[in-house]
């Protein structure tokens, strides 16, 4: 009984974290599965590239807990594999569809794969213990908000990708993509010194990626009106 | 358009901000230090077969007597509680549970529980202490096949005990609250982990006795002093026995350090010989006295003009008893009570002599003295206590030293001091003999009552340390040292188990099944939400 119980809370946080990728899946009429394994088989790249740049070219990190400013920064130069992998991805149009089909597509299989090797290994191990603790609903509630974040960058990305995009907009992609470098930055800050509960890591993401989602559509928007102009 | 976007961000937000309700008292898991209760068997007594470890559910206390509620449960007992049911088991009112092998003991205090943790307070007011000292007594007498641990009280552990009580139904909440608490309150779960205890094949103890010889021959009558030196309380690790076992031993070690100083001068030493002897397994019916006696050199017994015994001297009392078996009809008796009377009077205190026969068919000696009573020796014990106490009540885990702990054991020692002196030189005036450099209580004394009432020393769990401590102290200060070690064997009257020390209580929290099912109907909603206006948005 006691096993049913929390293997049914195990199942819940799954639900949660996968649910809403597959609620995005269909609302939109996506038809392409294959799409979504390329952009999950992009991400996987990206993070063994980050990987390889860390061990190589980041100086050992020191492990007492501390937040090194400086070597944060240097790991979030790191990131820019990230986007250099999206813009190829995006680039060769690996994906068909119109533009939001495109992002979505991106976004969804990022997260899905990030799900998948962030998330679903601590669910396995730690939800279905006796012990109750919010920290697993809310690992689950953090991959929703990664396909908005996701989302975010990808649109930026495919705006980089547009050779015709007009210079204002070019120079708020520009300052958005570096504001993206710095948030793994900002995360880990929030995490490690402001020491604050799970609860409120998760409202502080939210918080910080919704707004550069609403930003990145209204670029894309803005876009769009231009090309539409022309 | 952004209105539509806006909706789209806030249904998740919204649904965040729901979890963010529910989790408003984030607690994790706590630990506790919990001190298990200590564990031998009697002989004839079937041999407790008590697990040391469990993992279990916490139900309300009240629901103990409920065997269907308790059962495969773990309570937290309040001490008030724990004393209430003491005294429904002393008055024999049973609780009527099916079960055969729960003794009524058991399933007064416990119920139909299967672990048992007692909440005690740091320090008990003085008037609950009798009424403790016999709670403990009978945990110790009596049987108990479920795991029990001692835990102090503290805030934390307020909450938890509270919690349990509402959301078992016993304190009145209101009716939405009561729904929440059952459907989605937390439910605890005790969890202790340690090694199971064995029997110990071999139980070894260790007198210590010194020997300060006077200037007599060898028909020369030699006074006694005997204390315990082991202490007692329901847990081993709690057991500081401050102003029973210890205040004895502190008393007596000052008691050698001056007749020490006062024999090394020859026209301060008298023909009496005095023998110092350190027991071990005193709260075990003076076990080490017994053994000591059975041991004793015949020559030595039959030299023995006097048994001093000390006992609960740490306590304030008003006055002081001493306790003897031999009628003052007897002149050395009446010698020896009479100094006691006067040494007393010269220091402005009582000692009021006790007389009682012994009774030879006793199997639990009331005081140690009669051990030595029944060799015909003539013997007594010194207490602050009128009346006895029986065996495993004599200390317990609040037996601790005060501010007033040090000036009683100073007193008490001066008092023995003079009475021995005025027995050992025959001298009638008033004259305090233990003045300016023979002055008694100081640092050494202070020290090692501290010392002691920082190390539990229960037999037969006394750590190596206190007892080389103890014999490098009367080594020094007595002319011949004799160590006696014995071993308890299969037939002995006690088998005891391995020591099992302090553990780890983890209360963590679990939440009820119908938690999760009301989780899953609220994920599904939410996906459903998002699915509904995901399209909604997408067909715009």
Redesign the interface.
Known sequence: ?LLA?TF??F??CV??TF??L???Y????LREPQSLLYSGLFYLISQFAKLFLLATFVPSLTEDGSFHLVQELMIAYITVADLVCLYIFLNNRHIRGNVRSQLLYVALGWTAAESLLERLGPLWIGARN?????TY??LA?GG??SVFYFYAIASFMWLWTRKDLPPTLSFIVMGSTTVYCLLPVLFKYSDMVLNI???EV??FR?AVV?PL??AS?MLVRAYEKTKKRQ | GVLSDSVCGSVVLYALVLLALFSYECLGSESLQAFPLLKFDRVGQTPTIRKSSFNLAAASYHSAYDESLSRSKAILLPHQEFLRRTELFKNGTYPNLSSTIIGNYQSTIAGGSSALVIVVPDQLDQETIPQWREAEQYLHTNELLIPVYFVYENDQLHEVLSTIETSSGYEAVSLPEKIFNTLLGDNYQLTVSTKEQSALKQVTGTNIQGWLGGNGDVSSPTIAIVASYDSLAASPDLAKSTTSSTSSTAILLELVRVFNKLYSQPRTQSNYNLLFLLTTGGHFNFYGSKQWLSEADDRLVKSLEAVICLDSLGEASDSLYLHTSRPAKDPIANRLYENFKSAAKSLDLNVEVKQKKVNVSNTEEPWEHEHFSKRRILASTLSAHSEPSPNFARSHIFDNSDDNTLNVIQRNTKLVAEAISRHIFGSTNDMLVFQQSLEIGGELQENWLNTLSDTPRVFPYIPESIIEGLEKMIRDYTSDIVKQTFTLNKNSEYTFYTANAPTELTISVAKPFVFDVVLAIMIGGYLAGLYFLAKVRSSV
Do not use: C, D, Y
């Open positions: 009984m119980m049914i809370h199942v819940n639900a949660l649910g809403p597959f609620v995005f269909r609302s939109h009429k006796i012990e109750f603790q919010w609903l809310l509630v929703t908000i509960g799970a609860l998760v409202l939210a919704f989602f609403f559509k």
